[in-house]
C-alpha cells in the first residue's frame, strides 16, 4: 500500500483560516497605527469647557478696554483774578488754621461773601469779583504754603464717578533754601460739580 502524502481537504481548510485569521489581525493592527488622534473641535470645547455663550472668553478681535475709575477734570484757573485782593494773610490766624481753608461755591451769595476776605491795600478798594455762572461752574479753593527760592504749585483735579466724589490734588513743589514764603489758595472754575458728589482736597 503506498503511504499518503498530501494534506487531506480537512487539513488544507484549516490551514487556510489560520492565515486568513492572522492577516484580518495584522490589517486591523495597521489600520489602527494608521489613523491620527483626532484633536477636539472649537465646538467640543465650547460646548465641555464653556457650557454657556456668557462664559465664552473674549475674542481676539475684541479690543481689551482697561477703564479707571477716575478721570482728569479740565478746569480754569482763577488764581490770578482773586488771589491779588482776596487774601487771608491778613486775618489773626495760626498757620494751622489756614491750612484749613478750603472753598465749595456753588451759587453768587457764597461767592459774593469773599469779599469779607478782600485785602486792606489801597488798590483793593474798587476790587470786583470776575462774573461767574453758577448755573454752569463750580469754584473750589484751597490754601497751601510753601517756602524757598521758588515755589510752585501744581494742580490736577480728579472725577470718580463710581464713588461720586471730586478730587483736587494739589502738591508743592520747593526749590532752595531761601527764606521766602508763598502762599496760593489754588482757585479753580470746574464744571458743575452734583449735589450729590462730594469734594476731596490734598495738599502734598
Known amino acids: 500500500m503506498k503511504k499518503q502524502t498530501g494534506f487531506t481537504p480537512i487539513e488544507i481548510l484549516v490551514v487556510l483560516a489560520v492565515i486568513v485569521i492572522t492577516l484580518a489581525g495584522g490589517v486591523l493592527v495597521w489600520q489602527r497605527r494608521a489613523l491620527p488622534i483626532a484633536s477636539p473641535t472649537p465646538s467640543s470645547i465650547t460646548s465641555d469647557v464653556f457650557p454657556t455663550g456668557r462664559d465664552l472668553p473674549p475674542s481676539p478681535s475684541e479690543p481689551f478696554v482697561l477703564e479707571f475709575p477716575?478721570?482728569?477734570?479740565?478746569?480754569?484757573?482763577?488764581?490770578?483774578?482773586?488771589?491779588?485782593?482776596?487774601?487771608?494773610?491778613?486775618?489773626?490766624?495760626?498757620?494751622?488754621?489756614?491750612?484749613?481753608?478750603?472753598?465749595?461755591?456753588?451759587?453768587?451769595?457764597?461767592?459774593?461773601?469773599?469779599?469779607?476776605?478782600?485785602?486792606p491795600a489801597d488798590?483793593?478798594?474798587?476790587?470786583?469779583?470776575?462774573?461767574?455762572?453758577?448755573?454752569?461752574?463750580?469754584?473750589?479753593?484751597?490754601?497751601?504754603?510753601?517756602?524757598?527760592?521758588?515755589?510752585?504749585?501744581?494742580?490736577?483735579?480728579?472725577?470718580?464717578?463710581?464713588n461720586k466724589e471730586v478730587i483736587y490734588s494739589i502738591t508743592v513743589v520747593e526749590e532752595g533754601m531761601c527764606k521766602m514764603m508763598g502762599v496760593s489758595m489754588n482757585w479753580a472754575l470746574v464744571p458743575k460739580i452734583s449735589p450729590d458728589y462730594t469734594v476731596r482736597f490734598e495738599v502734598q
Open 123 to 162: 488798590y483793593c478798594d474798587d476790587f470786583r469779583l470776575p462774573a461767574i455762572d453758577f448755573s454752569q461752574f463750580t469754584l473750589l479753593g484751597k490754601y497751601a504754603d510753601g517756602g524757598g527760592c521758588s515755589i510752585d504749585f501744581v494742580r490736577k483735579i480728579y472725577r470718580d464717578d463710581t
Open 70 to 119: 477716575q478721570r482728569e477734570v479740565q478746569f480754569t484757573d482763577m488764581d490770578e483774578a482773586l488771589l491779588e485782593c482776596i487774601s487771608f494773610m491778613h486775618i489773626k490766624q495760626g498757620v494751622s488754621d489756614r491750612n484749613s481753608i478750603e472753598f465749595i461755591i456753588n451759587n453768587e451769595k457764597d461767592y459774593q461773601a469773599l469779599l469779607q476776605y478782600r485785602s
